[in-house]
């Protein structure tokens, strides 16, 4: 079964045609970053524009490169939450008229899902039930995978989420937006024990993140050492910055698994491209024997090829959309599984 995968959230238009969840066909994504990157992060009503001139293009590649037209193409999915409301408009609007003007089926798919989802794509063994923590540009969260359409969220971000944390600690050390990926190159070149920085813990919620301490504790010291005239040398705040990080989301991580009795764990989302977050991941897991499963670099990020590959199992747990689907903005990943 073929299916083309539509994604618009955020910053990113990108389509895709994925066979049976599992074969990649045809992933082609078309970022907008560079424009955003003039304004220190996502504008949203310059996305909802780009994404309207470049839909068309992009879907068409992807056919074109899956070697289809629209008449193999066997469902449609596409991202309807969460995300900025106006860019998922417009890949929810192509979606709908393609699968109403060709009569196939309209399966809509939450990004989060999608982010898990990229696992699949690239172990083929992995299968529900499994502990994933997702994390990226706008979310953080440790999630219970009942099975292909169940989840239970049992941690999550209580301000910042990891990989805005990276883009604003980046920011302020000089680097680009999103500056995550310059963190992990410059950490590569620092001492991690260079700065002690916070792990803030929330009472009571052993699971749930908090990264807005940390991400003041990186300006606070910046700035210090720029008013006593210090060198900071960035790499080693990259390097401590990035270690406090990974070290947080792997101590979180562990006590769910450790609570769930999870021996399988898969990690998601931008930021789980991060060497750190990786390397981390891998030792605490060989340490406790738990399987570790991380996405392929191409599938960490936004892109439509997981959203394909969910599309295939909520299609076949019989989710389906018709004219009247809408994007939602914000949507707990508990809802969809009530
Ligand atoms: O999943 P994603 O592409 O978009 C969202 O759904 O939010 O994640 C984007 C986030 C950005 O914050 C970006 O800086 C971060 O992922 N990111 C990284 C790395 N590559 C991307 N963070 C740390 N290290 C990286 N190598
Ligand atoms: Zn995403």
Known sequence: ????????????????????????????????IDEHRLYGGVVPEIASRRHAENIYWVVQESLLKAGCTLDDIDAVAVTYAPGLIGALLVGISFAKGLAMASDKPLIPVHHIAGHIAANYITHDDL?????????????SHIIEVRDYTHYHVIGRTRDDA???????????????????????????LGDPNAYRLPKP???????????????????NTVHNAEQKGEQLRREDMAASFQKTVADTLVER???????????????????????????????????????LYMPELKYCGDNA???????YY?????????????????????????
């Open 127 to 139: 299968e529900p039930p499994y502990l994933c923590l997702v994390i990226s540009g706008g979310h």
């Open 162 to 188: 990891a990989g805005e944390c990276f883009d604003k600690a980046a920011r302020v050390l000089g680097y680009e937006y999103p500056g995550g990926k310059f963190i992990d190159a410059a950490a590569k």
């Open 305 to 311: 090829a997981m959203i394909a590959c969910q599309g």
């Open 314 to 338: 909520d299609y076949l747990a019989g989710k389906r959309a018709d004219e009247s689907l809408n994007g939602i903005a914000t949507l707990s990943l508990d809802k969809i599984s009530e």
């Open 1 to 32: 079964m073929k299916i083309l995968g539509i994604e618009s959230s955020c910053d990113e238009t990108a389509a895709a045609v994925v066979e049976d969840g599992k074969r990649v066909l045809s992933n082609v994504v078309a970022s907008q």
């Open 253 to 291: 991580t562990m006590a769910a698994a450790k609570m769930l009795g999870s021996k399988k764990l898969a990690i998601a989302g931008g930021v789980s491209a991060n060497s750190g977050v990786r390397t981390a991941f891998e030792k605490a897991c060989a340490d406790r024997g738990i399987k």
């Open 201 to 219: 813990k929330i009472p009571g919620s052993e699971f749930d993140f908090s990264f807005s301490g940390l991400k003041t504790a990186v300006i």
